[in-house]
């Protein structure tokens, strides 16, 4: 999922920038929520507060985006911290960014965001055919004209901050060809493993050398069983109302034809057109010139109706669909200008139009194909109806049931059946549920909140309900510990024979190492008489099976100071003797070199960026409190 969030940084800035917007508009991000105390707060940029339920919505519109490109997106995923943290991020980024695009006065020109609109790819969804903005697809969004602009001015006002930077990332030709050197440099190697695995079988461990393993403070961690609980839970959710919903075939029928429109593929229509340009701005001699040429064309192609396509590729200056032979693909109604779009509208299909005047100038269209517009039939809709119908009613209920839900849950804290049995919910249980699951799939007990909520000290010693958490859209859960167990050292005898699994790779790891220093010490002072393979030549663009441990560590040695040995720490693996014997040049052509050269400019640039926001984040007074400090460790110990 965390690959996810990164690939889709794009998706998650834009999520963001459309709930941070209002109170940059309105107050300016100097002075939002200054005030009061810190509770709730999740982190601080110059003093402005960035709070829980922000942080939460953030997650939530993110998190429905994703779904809305990939259905199968497990909703777990959003729990995980170190998708929490990135979504906490990013509205830091975010706040960083406006904070010092403010003061330094940085805003794009409205010729700026008009080239952009009309040329950046990203784009291309909510633009129109003719280049205009297509407002149905933004309102099917969720979003205004005057929001979208605002929204792409802001981005691009936060965008300067870090692009001036960027954009002047230079190194000198020698440090590049350095550089490059260094990355596809290859070296004459010679290497031999020591598997720990080989030296198990000489270990046979004594009860006190057992006793001693086990009682390491640094052997908690695996020997300590986890804060753990039997649970009670129960879950109020859209799904479950829905199942206690009934319809009639009357009632489904009649949504049918009340919304028949829902259920008729839009109608689409595919057109040619040769276009004389005559924009508004033109003097009324060039607006004539431009319709008598038309005109002209028109004349032609009624006498020759197939010379259509190429009259329009010499004649059109649509540069769009020339080439074409004016073809426009399909569109549905209102991508176009209006006298355009009715003229397509009212035509038959192989019809031509006569001239059709717009802001562009003047047309010639043929219609050339029509797909769409008929309605899909009873039968092929009912199951979609009676789910949606299901489901509207379910939410109009939602809010009801919801308030009932968390008020029971509360007033009757010492039990879960009373609002089980008033709402008619299932009452849940689920035993060994951990406060810390560590990927073990819990279900909706998987949701930190509901965990932290459970496990509180408070809670837990008073078997209480946790009061009514939001664990999703329309889902709510509240739980109590039946049984607690809290985290503990297990006993000796539960866990010798994994003791004695510890003990033996450790040691076996030590004596590998032992072993490969002291054979090197030796092949050093007699290296005709190493037991080392033949030489291979390593580079970090060609690998043949080595550990990355070996490689890293024969591209590290000192070039003035061949040939030179070393021991590798393979880990659990055991160790590695390794010999450097010479340095060859990079097997690199001149245009590889000079290509790669040429990507250190832009490299270098990110890397002056990145180090630019940072010293940003020290300017601007960033904070990290509560829970977003909590998850912001958390995230940090794990890549420990």
């Known amino acids: 999922m965390f690959d996810f969030v990164r690939k889709h940084t794009r998706l998650l800035q834009f999520a963001l920038l459309i709930l941070i917007l209002p109170s940059f508009v309105m107050f300016g991000v100097q002075s939002a929520s200054k005030f009061g105390s810190d509770e709730g707060v999740v982190a601080k940029v110059a003093g402005s507060k960035i709070t829980q339920p922000e942080w939460d919505n ?14 199968e997106t497990d909703p777990r995923e959003f729990d995980k911290p170190e998708v929490k943290k990135a979504a906490l991020d990013q509205l830091v ?15 794009p020109s409205d010729a700026r965001i008009a080239r952009i609109f009309a040329n950046d790819p990203q784009f291309a969804s909510v633009r129109n055919p003719d280049g205009t903005l297509n407002k149905e697809m933004l309102q099917a969004r969720g979003m205004s004209a005057a929001q979208f602009e605002a929204l792409l001015r802001q981005e691009l006002t936060v965008g300067q901050v870090l692009a001036a930077v960027s954009a002047t990332g230079q190194t000198s030709t020698v440090a590049s060809q350095q550089a490059v050197n260094a990355l596809f440099q290859v070296r004459d190697v010679q290497w031999q493993k020591f598997e720990a695995k080989q030296y198990a079988s000489q270990l046979n461990p004594t009860d006190a050398q057992l006793q001693a393993f086990y009682k390491d403070p640094a052997n908690d961690s695996w020997l300590t069983a986890p804060e753990q609980a039997d649970v009670q839970f129960v879950v109020l959710d859209l799904d479950t109302l829905k199942q206690r919903i009934t319809l009639s075939e009357d009632d489904i029928r009649a949504s049918y034809k ?4 829902r259920y008729t593929e839009p109608e689409e229509r595919r057109a040619s057109h ?44 649509d540069p769009g669909s020339a080439a074409n032979g004016g073809d426009l693909d ?7 200008t209006k006298s355009f779009d009715e003229a397509v509208f009212s035509m038959q299909p192989g019809q031509t139009s006569g001239i059709v005047e717009s802001d562009y100038g003047f047309h010639i269209i043929r219609l050339t194909a029509v797909r769409g517009g008929k309605a899909q039939p009873f039968e092929a809709v009912r199951a979609q109806i009676e789910d949606e119908a299901r489901k509207q009613s379910a939410l109009r209920q939602y809010a009801e049931v919801a308030e009932q839900f968390t008020n029971k849950v509360y007033e009757v804290s010492d039990s879960l059946k009373p609002v089980a049995d008033e709402l008619k919910l299932p009452l849940q249980s689920a035993s060994g549920v951990l406060h810390n699951p560590q990927g073990k799939d819990q279900g909706v007990l998987s949701n930190q909140r509901v965990l932290d909520a459970l ?4 809670n837990r010693s008073k078997a209480r309900n946790t009061e009514a958490i939001e664990v999703g859209p329309n889902k709510l859960v509240s739980a109590r510990v039946v049984k607690y167990q809290p985290a503990a050292r297990l006993a000796f005898d539960q866990v010798q024979a994994k003791v004695r ?20 010490a030796a092949w050093k002072q007699a290296p005709d008489k190493a037991e080392l393979p033949a030489a291979v030549q390593m580079s ?17 040695v000192a070039a003035d100071k061949l040939p030179a040995w070393t021991v590798v720490d393979l880990g659990a693996e055991g160790s590695a003797v390794i010999r450097v014997n010479k340095v060859l040049p990079p097997s690199l052509s001149a245009a590889e070199q000079r290509e790669t050269e040429a990507q250190f400019g832009p490299i270098w640039g990110r890397a002056e960026a990145d180090a630019y926001y940072r010293a940003l984040q020290r300017e601007y007074k960033v904070q990290y409190l509560n829970e977003g400090k909590k998850v912001t460790e958390a995230v940090t110990a794990a890549k420990k």
């Open 58 to 71: 953030a997650q939530r519109q993110f998190a429905e985006r994703v779904r809305a490109q990939r259905p």
């Open 93 to 107: 980024r975010e706040f960083v960014l406006s904070a010092a695009a403010k003061d330094q006065h940085l805003t």
């Open 258 to 261: 009340e919304n028949l429109a």
């Open 274 to 317: 040769i276009l004389i340009k005559a924009e508004a701005s033109a003097t009324p001699e060039q607006k004539k010139a431009a319709r008598a040429k038309a005109e002209q064309l028109l004349a032609e192609i009624q006498k020759n109706p197939a010379s259509f396509a190429e009259l329009a590729k010499k004649n059109s200056d």
């Open 330 to 336: 399909f569109f549905g109604k209102g991508a176009m």
């Open 455 to 458: 496990f509180d000290p408070v």
């Open 501 to 520: 699994e510890r003990w033996v790779a450790a040691e076996a790891v030590k004596l590998a190492r032992r072993d490969a220093e002291q054979k090197m």
């Open 540 to 556: 970090r663009r060609n690998m043949y099976g080595q550990p990355m441990q070996v490689l890293d560590a024969a591209m590290r």
